[in-house]
């Protein structure tokens, strides 16, 4: 069903949609409903495919065709093999482990190949531009929704093509692409100039369906869908992308500090804290939400900048409520924004971005990258 057009030109390697899916931990999952909606953010799987060497084997021809521009042809040819001499292939017998049923079911075939190519090239590049997008929308501030018609699209992503609104409009929360499976729906980003010379207006109303309600038949989950979006497929995966990426806090800011045991919950005073610190970025409590700052760039913001890579909660000590309050201001409101190596306790060299703000005669930095941030006041 889909072709080409949907996918970059091979040989263009998008950072943003590599980073993406080398992201991704591993998953097992007897059904692809084991795996759901969001989930698939941040876990590579692949229904039936039942132990880590095969998903490795798997996940590695992914990761050539994202990277390089691999075609859904030389993908096949380069995995059907593989998977045939691990016996995953063709109908085979197993246990569902959730029910003890013994289940004929498929495995390996042209047609899931063809399915786990495009599910996840498809969602990686939608990752990647949606990063650019959040990064860029000072500049680009409206996105339209844009369908392949040819005759082939489904009659709902049809009525939407040509929808155009904010880029920050909750539309986009459900609406990005792809929005089912073998969606070969996208975005395109828009200033207004460019909808000035061609003549087009942002969307007062966008055409919505009939909603219809799912069932995740193996937890039982249940909700409301519009028609038109797959079920499992209901959300942004490029802001669930952002928001897992939200920076752990760095030990060497909170040694001494307020802790908890790895795993522990946070306390009730512990998660005032926190939301402070949210309210400071306009979040609302116990929310996560990607926050732009002074220059356009994205970051993940949510309770989660307080708990270690350990899993403990790390709180300023002291005056702990002044602290948040000073960090969230350096950010919000920074005299300046730098990008500058640091080095990690063993050694390593890390590029994060730097925020720094002086206040009554003290000065906090923050300084914030993917493996986690840190702070400091000086005087």
Request: hydrophobic share 40%.
């Amino acid at each position: 069903m889909p072709g080409p057009e949907a996918l970059p030109a091979a040989g263009v390697a998008p950072e943003e949609a590599i980073a993406f899916f080398r992201a991704k931990g591993f998953r097992i999952g007897f059904s692809w409903l084991d795996v759901f909606r969001s989930e698939h953010a941040r876990w590579f799987t692949v229904a039936k495919a039942m132990s880590r060497d095969l998903l490795e084997d798997i996940r590695a021809e992914v990761d050539k065709a994202i990277a390089d521009g691999t075609t859904l042809a030389d993908f096949r040819k380069a995995l059907q093999p593989r998977l045939e001499a691990r016996g995953w292939w063709g109908r085979k017998t197993m246990i569902d482990p959730a029910t003890g049923q013994s289940k004929n079911v498929q495995l390996g075939s042209p047609r899931r190949l063809k399915t786990i190519f495009n599910a996840n090239v498809r969602t990686a590049y939608a990752a990647g531009k949606w990063e650019r997008i959040e990064r860029t929308k000072s500049a680009f501030p409206f996105l339209e929704y844009t369908s392949v018609m040819d005759g082939r699209e489904r009659p709902q992503h049809h009525a939407w093509d040509g929808t155009i609104l904010p880029v920050d409009d909750p539309w986009w929360d459900t609406h990005t692409g792809p929005c089912d499976w073998e969606c070969r729906c996208s975005v395109v980003q828009r200033t207004q100039r460019m909808l000035d010379r061609q003549g087009k207006r942002v969307t007062e109303q966008p055409i919505r369906f009939p909603e219809i309600e799912w069932v995740n038949e193996r937890t039982g989950e249940t909700g409301m869908i519009e028609q038109g979006i797959g079920k499992g497929w209901d959300y942004n995966v490029g802001k669930e992308y952002l928001r897992g990426l939200s920076p752990r806090a760095l030990p060497e800011s909170f040694d001494g500090a307020e802790e908890v045991p790895a795993a522990a919950q946070l306390t009730g005073s512990q998660r005032a804290l926190a939301d402070r610190f949210l309210k400071a970025f306009g979040i609302d409590s116990g929310k996560e939400a990607v926050w732009t700052d002074r220059d356009g760039w994205p970051l993940a913001i949510g309770r989660s900048w307080f708990i270690g890579a350990d899993g403990s909660a790390r709180f300023p000590g002291g005056a702990a409520g002044l602290a948040i309050d000073r960090i969230a201001a350096a950010i919000v409101e920074p005299d300046s924004i730098r990008w500058i190596w640091i080095a990690a306790r063993d050694g390593r060299a890390l590029l994060t971005r730097r925020y720094a703000r002086t206040a009554k005669g003290m000065t906090t930095i923050v300084d914030v990258g993917r493996e986690g941030w840190r702070w400091k006041t000086t005087r």
